[in-house]
């Protein structure tokens, strides 16, 4: 990887992903960023496209991508935030969501039980197809008679590659979340697929569970989990709760990924946060890690492990946010995580 386009987007994307690129150039510096500045509401407001052919391109062209945040309370048409982040994970099919979530101190775990606080799973998430392929349509809108329709699509190819990958990266055991008791068609796909691919790797336990019970045992017990694999919606929700279990938003990176073209592009989870946007107090540790994950899809383990360590112990020693514990703005926790790699 040699390459990175930069889109900071809205709200506290561009205060956050500042402090990721000052991190990256540290552990980085031979990789060269273009940074897409004018991908953001404001250029949508102004009668611009989300995100035009041209800028698309320039993504593409890239070896990988680093995202701020999307999103902006003045924008009431949802089509923008689509155009951008659906358009990237899916023109660029990018069909692994990879939500890794590790506690990386225990005073940031919700749960009382210490013996069951040190969550480390991951969350893979069929990116690409699901209940966000945006096959439906509403009939007579605005009506008494008005009639929704969001149509549910899993096809083969799509779950077996996703799975593929959440084996592939699976230590000691995958475990399968679906709603097939109430939606039979996509869980009798789903499950069949899982059969077929952990045969093919017998030394892995496996189990299943339906999306309420994985719910109620995630926050039960979390540290029962290793690879976790799901479709696009029940993967969104199930990574939002790891990473809560795992300290919050403020910690919480992504990666959508192709594995076969080695494209990644990596971002927070925790969305642009129009109310913090300029206050200095936007966490930008989401953001860093969100580039370690980069440099791991750039075959550059050391440095990616680096950044992880750096962002470990700036927390340990609350060099951080006041959402963590802190009292540093963005700002200084950036410093801080490149003090601590020095």
């Known amino acids: 990887m040699k390459r990175i386009a930069v889109l900071p987007g809205d709200g506290i994307g561009p205060e956050v992903t500042a402090e990721a690129?000052?991190?990256?150039?540290?552990?980085?510096?031979?990789l060269e960023t273009d940074v897409l500045g004018h991908v953001n509401a404001d250029t949508f407001l102004a009668g611009g496209p989300a995100l035009s052919d041209s800028d698309f391109a320039r993504v593409a062209e890239a070896d990988g991508a680093l995202l701020g945040a999307v999103g902006d309370p003045r924008v009431t048409d949802p089509s923008y935030a689509r155009d951008v982040l659906l358009r990237l994970r899916f023109d660029l099919d990018l069909y692994v969501n990879h939500r890794p979530a590790k506690l990386l101190h225990d005073r940031l775990s919700p749960l009382r039980d210490p013996e069951r606080r040190a969550i480390d799973c991951t969350v893979v998430r069929e990116n690409t197809e699901g209940l966000y392929a945006g096959i439906g349509g509403r009939l007579r809108p605005g009506t008494a008679h008005e009639t929704a329709v969001?149509?549910?699509?899993?096809?083969?190819?799509?779950?077996?590659?996703?799975?593929?990958?959440?084996?592939?990266?699976?230590?000691?055991?995958?475990?399968?979340?679906?709603?097939?008791?109430?939606?039979?068609?996509?869980?009798?796909?789903?499950?069949?697929?899982?059969?077929?691919?952990?045969a093919r790797r017998p030394e892995l336990a496996t189990r299943h569970l339906y999306v309420?019970?994985?719910?109620?045992?995630?926050?039960?017990?979390?540290?029962?989990?290793?690879?976790?694999?799901?479709?696009?919606?029940?993967?969104?929700?199930l990574s939002d709760l790891?990473?809560?279990?795992?300290?919050?938003?403020?910690?919480?990176?992504?990666?959508?990924?192709?594995?076969?073209?080695?494209?990644?592009?990596?971002?927070?989870?925790?969305?642009?946060?129009?109310?913090?946007?300029?206050?200095?107090?936007?966490?930008?540790?989401?953001?860093?890690?969100?580039?370690?994950?980069?440099?791991?899809c750039a075959g550059r383990a050391p440095e990616a492990a680096a950044l992880r360590d750096a962002v470990g112990r700036s927390i340990t020693k609350?060099?951080?946010?006041?959402?963590?514990?802190?009292?540093?703005?963005?700002s200084q926790t950036g410093t801080a995580v490149l003090d601590e790699l020095s």
Do not use: Y
């Open 318 to 330: 609350r060099l951080c946010t006041p959402d963590l514990g802190g009292s540093l703005t963005t």
């Open 212 to 237: 309420d019970a994985a719910v109620m045992h995630l926050v039960s017990d979390p540290t029962a989990f290793d690879m976790i694999v799901a479709n696009n919606a029940h993967g969104d929700i």
């Open 21 to 30: 690129l000052r991190v990256l150039k540290e552990v980085a510096p031979d």
């Open 150 to 198: 969001d149509t549910e699509v899993s096809t083969h190819r799509g779950v077996s590659r996703a799975l593929e990958f959440a084996f592939a990266r699976a230590t000691t055991s995958v475990c399968l979340v679906d709603k097939a008791n109430a939606v039979p068609n996509n869980g009798a796909l789903w499950q069949r697929c899982f059969r077929e691919v952990s």
């Open 242 to 296: 790891t990473a809560q279990l795992a300290g919050g938003m403020g910690t919480a990176a992504s990666a959508n990924l192709n594995p076969e073209t080695g494209f990644a592009l990596c971002e927070p989870v925790h969305g642009s946060a129009p109310d913090l946007a300029g206050s200095g107090t936007a966490n930008p540790l989401a953001a860093i890690l969100s580039a370690a994950l980069l440099l791991d």
